[in-house]
Every structure is written in structure tokens, then in C-alpha cells.
């Protein structure tokens, strides 16, 4: 009994350590989650890499990603730096086509703490058209990762293959 006690105790603290802070919310509600665990060429295991210069460059990062309980929702949430030097907090809305293995673009938002979301337009459209369908892959294992593609045989600075993911670890914390 005591050793239950504690291991419930462990288990609060530990959820409530990892402070989920998310800005938007999907209507269906949310059920999954991951924190973005890095870049990596196309295959989960290796090495992560660095973003892509195309992101890097707008100071882009991703944050979090959300899904539905049936994985037909998702939602990916970014932050960058907006033309006043606001932070921007982006939210990109997905639908999932089962039959391409792609999330499909419905709608973005962004927020700023200052109410300054037009410094942040330039940037937002660029990802509305860099993730408007992205590839998706979960991994194998327990599915503890799903990768999405946001660079597709494109030549680029961190993969020699051309094609750049976006690494969710639903078990990683910070």
C-alpha cells in the first residue's frame, strides 16, 4: 500500500512537471501529445541534425505537436520572431489523409503576447505553403515518434538526401 502511495505521488509529480503550454486548441480535443525532439535525414534512430537553413533563417522552431483520440486531428505549434521583434506563436492546423500519409493544410493562427499578429504574417505564410501536405510517418516501435517531412527533395544544408524532418517524441520532456 505504501509503495502504491508513492508511485502515485512520483506519477502527479512527474505530470505536472512537464507543463504542457499550449496556445491553441484543436475543437475535437486533444488526446496526443509530443514535444519536438529535433531534425533528423529520413531515418529515426540517427543522428538529429540542425534545422534547415529555409527555418533556421526566419528563426523558426517548432514546439509541440497535438492529435485527436482517433489521429484524424493534428495540430503543430511554432514560435519565431516577428517583424517588431515580437515572439509570434504559430498554430497549424492538419487534417490526416490516411490514404497518402499526408496532413493536410485546413487553417493557421498566430498569437502575440503584445497584439502585434500582422508583424508575423510574412512568416506565417511561408508555413502555411511549406506544411500545406506534409508526409508523415510514425515510428515502429510503441509509435514513441512521428516524424513529419517539412523539406522534400530539396536540396538543402543539413540532408544530403534532399529531405528534412521534424522529430515529435510524445515521451520527451525538457
Known amino acids: 500500500m505504501k509503495t502504491l502511495a508513492i508511485l502515485t505521488l512520483f506519477a502527479s509529480t512527474t505530470l505536472m512537471a512537464q507543463s504542457w503550454t499550449e496556445t491553441?486548441?484543436?475543437p475535437e480535443g486533444m488526446t496526443h501529445r509530443a514535444r519536438t525532439a529535433g531534425y533528423d535525414c529520413?531515418?529515426?534512430g540517427s543522428k538529429y541534425v540542425s534545422a534547415p537553413e529555409t527555418f533556421k533563417s526566419r528563426g523558426i522552431e517548432f514546439k509541440?505537436?497535438?492529435?485527436?483520440k482517433e489521429l484524424n486531428k493534428f495540430l503543430f505549434e511554432a514560435v519565431y520572431p516577428g517583424a517588431e521583434g515580437q515572439e509570434c506563436i504559430y498554430?497549424?492546423?492538419l487534417d490526416r489523409n490516411r490514404a497518402t500519409k499526408t496532413l493536410d493544410f485546413t487553417h493557421s493562427l498566430v498569437k502575440t503576447t503584445e497584439g502585434l499578429e500582422e508583424g508575423c504574417k510574412n512568416t506565417q505564410d511561408f508555413l502555411d505553403t511549406e506544411l500545406a501536405s506534409?508526409?508523415?510517418?510514425?515510428s515502429k516501435r510503441g509509435i514513441r515518434y512521428i516524424?513529419?517531412?517539412i523539406v522534400k527533395d530539396t536540396p538543402n544544408d543539413v540532408c544530403?538526401?534532399?529531405n528534412v524532418r521534424v522529430?515529435?517524441?510524445r515521451r520527451y520532456t525538457e
Not at 509541440?64 to 485527436?68: F, G, H, I, S
Request: hydrophobic fraction near 50%.
Open 147 to 149: 516524424a513529419v517531412q
Open 24 to 26: 491553441f486548441k484543436l
Open 160 to 162: 544530403e538526401s534532399g
Open 42 to 44: 529520413g531515418t529515426f
Open 167 to 169: 522529430v515529435f517524441d
Open 134 to 138: 506534409v508526409a508523415y510517418e510514425p
Open 91 to 93: 498554430g497549424i492546423f
Open 64 to 68: 509541440q505537436l497535438a492529435a485527436d
